[in-house]
């Protein structure tokens, strides 16, 4: 037997960027991670960010990870997802990123 679970339909999609992972390398004296991290998730609701030091002048988008299943999407919607690809993602963060930047100078 083949079940299928459905999830209750909300108005309100908080997790746009479900399915998605974003790291981003700090230098190691990086002392707003707190600041940052708020940011990047009020940004990028539902999306499962990594904040890593390294040796990095300054913060930096280090990798966008798109998690599809796309199975599950078709079989739920009917089409393929259309959602944001990686590279859209990861354009969005480094602007995101380069505004909180700037804003702490």
Do not use: C, N, W, Y
Not at 31 to 53: N, T, W, Y
């Amino acid at each position: 037997m083949i079940g299928i679970a459905l999830r209750p339909l909300s108005l309100d999609i908080p997790d746009v960027f479900e399915g998605f992972q974003i790291t981003i390398e700090v230098p190691f004296e990086f002392a707003q991670r707190d600041q940052l991290l708020g940011l990047m998730e009020s940004k990028f609701p539902g999306a499962e960010l990594s904040i890593v030091h390294s040796e990095v002048s300054k913060p930096t988008v280090a990798e966008v990870l798109v998690q599809h299943d796309s199975a599950a999407e078709v079989a739920k919607t009917g089409s393929p997802p259309p959602g944001e690809d990686s590279e859209a993602v990861l354009l969005k963060a480094t602007d995101a990123l380069s505004a909180f930047t700037k804003s702490g100078e």
